[in-house]
Structure formats: C-alpha cells, structure tokens
C-alpha cells in the first residue's frame, strides 16, 4: 500500500458527460501528479500541484482540469468525455516540488470507461 | 517516434530463470531514469531511480545499469519469482522537455512455475 489513495475505484459513464476523479496523497507529501494509462499507450504525465498551485503540465486536454485543495487532496475533472478518455488514471504524491530524484509513489488508479 | 523504447515487447521465462529487459532512450539531457514494476491493474511501484552519473543500482533481485553514452539502461532480474509476473516500465525523468517523465511502455513479463 503506497499510501495515496484515490476514488472512484471504477467509473462508468457516456459520452459528453463530466465526472470528478479524487486523490488524497500520502500524509505529508505536498506533490500531486496525475497520469493517463491508455491501452495502447504507456503513462502519459498531464498535470502536476505543488502545495496547491499548479507546477507543470503534460499533455493534458483542454476539456480536463485540476485542482488542488488546502487540504492537499486534488480532483481532476474530466468534462465532454469522448470514448477515447476510456482509461487508467492514476494519481502520485511525492515530498518535493521537484521532479527529480524524488519518490513518487502511486494510488491505485480509477478505471474510467467511456460507453 | 516514443523517446523511451522497451524490447521485448514481452517475455516469458521460468521460474528461477534470470531475465534482461532493454530500455533504449533518445531523451537528452536527462536528469535521471527509473524502473517501476505495475502489475496488472495496480499503480506503478519504483523500483530504481538513477542519475546520469551513475551505472548501476541494485534492488533486492533487481538490478539496473544505466550507459548515458549509449542512451542505453537494462534491468536484469535473478532467480525470477511467479510473482515478478508484472510490467516493467522505464521512465526517463528529463525537465528540460516539458513533460519531465517520459514512459515507456513496458515490457510485460510472465513467470511460469
């Protein structure tokens, strides 16, 4: 158990629909990345929160945001879903703002599938 | 054309049998790269992080070493376990293009008793 937790574990829904997907990191880490896992693509990284401001951006749609809370949980909101945002997404916290040389350590993930 | 290519694709061995997988990378500079095991519906789990300095770094039975002249990094696994069945996936961490980690996209190992 990595410690970050995240939920849904699964979410149905059709398209043009908006759904919120929810990571709580690990007690203490102030980092928040969230990745897509495709079937046939590896993780793509989209976006990134350090202490709740935005720190970096992947390839991250327009139709998809996030946020980051005091409370250091953060929600990515997925609105006009397409078939194609049928996926994995994961969630991973790690101590430092930086990127590099730190742990991240990854939740779970929740499975969304698109119909 | 992926900055971060894995072969093989996928692999099958016997328990007890060690095994080597490739990880061949364009990114340039990197910072560092790592090694995570996801077994199948899980979240990735790291297993090595190195940095461009050095060449290899060992974990329990794993076992990566990175060439930066080459661009080259393999991750050898000894005394293979059924539950190393997993996918092993190799990120190159490299700030200066943008989307920082870079991912392959795994070699799927499977371990046969």
């Known amino acids: 158990d990595s410690g970050v937790t995240q939920t849904p574990k699964h979410l149905i829904t059709a398209t043009g629909q908006r759904v919120t997907l929810r990571c709580s990191p690990r007690?203490?880490?102030?980092?928040v990345y969230w990745y897509q896992q495709s079937l046939d693509q590896g993780l793509q990284f989209l976006i990134q929160?350090?202490?709740?401001?935005?720190?970096a951006k992947g390839n991250i749609l327009e139709r998809f945001s996030a946020q980051q809370f005091p409370d250091l949980h953060s929600e990515l909101n997925l609105s006009s879903l397409e078939l194609g945002d049928s996926a994995l997404y994961f969630c991973?916290?790690?101590?430092?703002?930086?990127?590099?040389?730190?742990?991240?350590?990854f939740g779970p993930g929740t499975r969304l599938t698109v119909t | 054309k992926n900055q971060v290519e894995q072969s093989p694709q996928s692999l099958i061995i016997l328990e007890g049998k060690n095994c080597t997988l490739q990880?061949?990378?364009?990114?340039?500079?990197?910072?560092?790269l790592r090694w995570y095991k996801q077994d199948t519906g899980r979240g990735p789990v790291s297993l090595t992080i190195?940095?461009?300095?050095?060449n290899t770094k060992s974990n329990g039975r794993y076992t990566a070493t990175l060439d930066a002249d080459t661009k080259q990094s393999s991750l050898h696994i000894t005394a293979s376990q059924l539950s190393d069945s997993a996918s092993y996936i190799c990120?190159?961490?490299?700030?200066?293009?943008?989307?920082?980690?870079?991912f392959g996209k795994g070699t799927t190992l499977s371990v046969s008793s």
């Open positions: 990120v190159v961490s490299a700030p200066q293009a943008g989307t920082a980690l870079i």
């Open positions: 929160y350090y202490n709740g401001e935005e720190r």
């Open positions: 190195m940095t461009f300095s050095e």
């Open positions: 007690s203490g880490d102030l980092s």
């Open positions: 991973a916290s790690s101590a430092a703002g930086s990127r590099e040389g730190y742990e991240q350590y």
């Open positions: 990880c061949n990378y364009t990114v340039s500079p990197f910072s560092n």
